[in-house]
């Protein structure tokens, strides 16, 4: 992966936001020093060419530099907590407030088997077993840019389970082996329930064994979803299926999501919407039906039943059904349901253009706490580097910064995640 490296000026600008941000964000932290240290971390993650490795960020400051910063990563008891907390509220402050929680997975693929968390895994995003940490990132997200604010790290049996192996990484008594999607949902409804945030839609993709757990958990705390999901996810309609199934022949149909949605054609409209990254203004056909998911495998429905709405989206009117969602959200016109969906390609543009750069995957110690404090400080580093508006031309889609000199574009009138349409419907 080629790393971008910011120019002299604008890793300045960065610097100076950093240094502002120091009192805002890391106030929990009890001693000056630590405050210091967590500024020349920041600094190197931005500055720092190549693998964002404590010793590179170090630089030419190595020996008593990388041992304290070494100290202030891998071994410093500061919570992580407060600063992600501390971050989120300011970012909703700001003028980049969210539309969404977005969650994204993150696979860090691994030579050894010493970094905490690492396994011999089946991973759906790479579609095979790899060895790798699973983690999950929990994103601010509006149509102009994403952050990351919180994080999960995934433990493997062995990893809670052998005590040895425990001990060693600092791994809390407290800590589970959950999936990587339960344990995501616990950090949304921890969040929602004491980080004294405006609760937002929460944007997911979901596997069909998980759908029925995971829409509970959040109407038990009443946090709105927005869940992709897989064509083959079986539901329950009382409306359009072309199959039914079982004994009772005017009872709920129960059919394929794909299917269902097809069959809702002559009900599409179309939305005209502006991807981010730049690319072209598209056109999406989009059509509804409330629907009840159907327990999958032994694992029970939620109880009492929780009415939903699935989501299909085509992106031209003669091919078939390309997007499915789920969602508990049913007073808000379609086309503002598939634009929050649609915020997860700004969270995967933003973490592959600023985040990933900035050293997410790079953390090459072997501590649970390490690795926390590494994921808290590439999330500053990462909304320092936005706020500033390094990389973002004027009109706010994403793009190659605009050169010294030159005058900027005329603003657009539509801006990323943003409908110019309220929906036409299609035959």
Same mark, same amino acid.
């Given at each position: 992966?080629?790393?971008?490296?910011?120019?002299?000026?604008?890793?300045?600008?960065?610097?100076?936001?950093?240094?502002?941000?120091?009192?805002?964000?890391?106030?929990?932290?009890?001693? @000056?020093?630590? @405050?210091?240290?967590?500024?020349?971390?920041?600094?190197?993650?931005?500055?720092?060419?190549?693998?964002?490795?404590? @010793?590179?960020?170090?630089? #030419?400051?190595?020996?008593?530099?990388?041992? +304290?910063?070494?100290?202030?990563? +891998?071994?410093?008891?500061?919570?992580? #907590?407060?600063?992600? @907390?501390?971050?989120?509220?300011?970012?909703?402050?700001?003028?980049?407030?969210?539309?969404?929680?977005?969650?994204?997975?993150?696979?860090?693929?691994?030579?050894?088997?010493?970094?905490?968390?690492?396994?011999?895994?089946?991973?759906?995003?790479?579609?095979?077993?790899?060895?790798?940490q699973q983690a999950s990132g929990i994103w601010f997200a509006s149509g102009e840019a994403a952050f990351p604010v919180?994080?999960?790290?995934?433990?493997?049996?062995?990893?809670?389970?052998?005590?040895?192996?425990?001990?060693?990484?600092?791994?809390?008594?407290?800590?589970?082996?959950?999936?990587? %999607?339960?344990?995501?949902?616990?950090?949304?409804?921890?969040?929602?329930?004491?980080?004294?945030?405006?609760?937002?839609?929460?944007?997911?993709?979901?596997?069909?064994?998980?759908?029925?757990?995971?829409?509970?958990?959040?109407?038990?705390?009443?946090?709105?979803?927005?869940?992709?999901?897989?064509?083959?996810?079986?539901?329950?309609?009382?409306?359009?299926?072309?199959?039914?199934?079982?004994?009772?022949?005017?009872?709920?149909?129960?059919?394929?999501?794909?299917?269902?949605?097809?069959?809702?054609?002559?009900?599409?409209?179309?939305?005209?919407?502006?991807?981010?990254?730049?690319?072209?203004? &598209?056109?999406?056909?989009? %059509?509804?039906?409330?629907? /009840?998911?159907?327990?999958?495998?032994?694992?029970?429905?939620? !109880?009492? &039943?929780?009415?939903? /709405?699935?989501?299909?989206?085509?992106?031209?009117?003669?091919?078939?059904?390309?997007?499915?969602?789920? #969602?508990?959200?049913?007073?808000?016109?379609?086309?503002?349901?598939?634009?929050?969906?649609?915020?997860?390609?700004?969270?995967?543009?933003?973490?592959?253009?600023?985040?990933?750069?900035?050293?997410?995957?790079?953390?090459?110690?072997?501590?649970?706490?390490?690795?926390?404090?590494? !994921?808290?400080?590439?999330?500053? %580093?990462?909304? !320092?580097?936005?706020?500033?508006?390094?990389?973002?031309?004027?009109?706010?889609?994403?793009?190659?910064?605009?050169?010294?000199?030159?005058?900027? &574009?005329?603003?657009?009138?539509?801006?990323?995640?943003?409908?110019?349409?309220?929906? #036409?419907?299609?035959?």
């Amino acid at each position: 992966m080629v790393r971008a490296v910011l120019p002299e000026s604008s890793a300045k600008e960065v610097s100076e936001l950093i240094d502002a941000l120091i009192p805002v964000l890391f106030e929990s932290l009890p001693r @000056r020093d630590q @405050r210091n240290w967590a500024r020349v971390y920041l600094n190197g993650l931005v500055r720092a060419k190549g693998k964002k490795t404590i @010793r590179n960020i170090a630089g #030419t400051g190595t020996g008593p530099v990388e041992q +304290s910063l070494q100290q202030f990563i +891998s071994t410093s008891p500061w919570e992580w #907590t407060p600063v992600r @907390r501390s971050l989120a509220r300011h970012l909703e402050r700001s003028a980049r407030r969210p539309l969404a929680w977005v969650l994204r997975p993150l696979v860090i693929e691994k030579a050894g088997d010493r970094s905490v968390g690492v396994g011999r895994q089946f991973v759906p995003q790479l579609g095979r077993t790899a060895n790798c940490q699973q983690a999950s990132g929990i994103w601010f997200a509006s149509g102009e840019a994403a952050f990351p604010v919180e994080w999960t790290l995934t433990l493997p049996g062995p990893w809670t389970g052998e005590p040895v192996r425990r001990r060693r990484a600092g791994i809390p008594e407290t800590a589970r082996s959950l999936s990587p %999607a339960e344990d995501a949902v616990l950090a949304v409804q921890r969040m929602a329930a004491t980080w004294q945030l405006q609760r937002r839609p929460v944007v997911m993709e979901v596997a069909n064994a998980d759908l029925a757990r995971s829409a509970e958990s959040f109407a038990l705390q009443d946090i709105p979803f927005v869940f992709e999901v897989d064509g083959s996810l079986p539901v329950s309609s009382g409306g359009a299926g072309r199959h039914k199934h079982g004994p009772h022949k005017h009872g709920p149909h129960i059919t394929p999501a794909r299917e269902l949605v097809d069959s809702l054609r002559s009900q599409r409209r179309a939305v005209e919407w502006a991807p981010p990254g730049g690319a072209a203004d &598209a056109v999406t056909l989009l %059509a509804a039906a409330p629907v /009840l998911p159907v327990p999958c495998g032994d694992r029970p429905a939620p !109880a009492p &039943a929780v009415p939903l /709405l699935l989501v299909g989206a085509w992106s031209g009117a003669a091919q078939p059904p390309s997007g499915f969602w789920i #969602t508990n959200i049913g007073d808000r016109p379609l086309a503002q349901l598939f634009l929050l969906a649609k915020l997860a390609d700004r969270v995967s543009l933003d973490f592959a253009e600023t985040c990933e750069p900035l050293g997410i995957r790079d953390f090459e110690g072997r501590s649970f706490r390490g690795w926390h404090h590494h !994921a808290t400080l590439a999330s500053v %580093a990462h909304a !320092a580097t936005l706020l500033t508006g390094r990389g973002r031309p004027p009109d706010g889609r994403t793009g190659p910064a605009r050169r010294p000199g030159t005058a900027a &574009a005329p603003p657009r009138p539509l801006i990323p995640g943003q409908s110019r349409t309220g929906g #036409t419907k299609v035959p």
